[in-house]
Nanobody, 121 residues
Framework: QVQLVESGGGSVQAGGSLRLSCASSGLISLPSCMGWFRRTPGKKREVVAT????????DYAASVKGRFTVSQDNALKTVELQMDSLKPEDTGMYYC??????????????WGQGTQVTVSS
């Protein structure tokens, strides 16, 4: 059974930083991609950052570009999200996600339980 477990969430003041980590278990092959999405109050789910395993390319939501950095350890099949210059609108539940297939693109099909991030002004 595949599991993704997030850690590192918490409360921080605006302008501060947090680092989220995601440990995986049960993944036989390197996922095509791993990344993070969030659900913020009053908004739909948003894909925040994606790391493409084969190419090492990354994608970011416009709202976080330049402030967040996604990284992946292919050997350990873990992914992290460094969040700097946090804003109150970054508050929400953050979920680790993976595409368990190996096609090279990204279509998330596995998610963790989430970790809460709260940014106060």
């Amino acid at each position: 059974q595949v599991q993704l477990v997030e850690s590192g969430g918490g409360s921080v003041q605006a302008g501060g930083s947090l680092r989220l980590s995601c440990a995986s278990s049960g993944l036989i092959s390197l996922p095509s991609c791993m990344g993070w999405f969030r659900r913020t109050p009053g908004k739909k789910r948003e894909v925040v950052a994606t790391f493409y395993s084969r190419s090492g390319n990354t994608d970011y939501a416009a709202s976080v570009k330049g402030r967040f950095t996604v990284s992946q350890d292919n050997a350990l099949k873990t992914v992290e999200l460094q969040m700097d210059s946090l804003k109150p609108e970054d508050t929400g539940m953050y979920y680790c996600a993976a595409d368990r297939t190996t096609w090279g693109g990204c279509d998330y099909n596995t998610w963790g339980q989430g970790t809460q991030v709260t940014v106060s002004s």
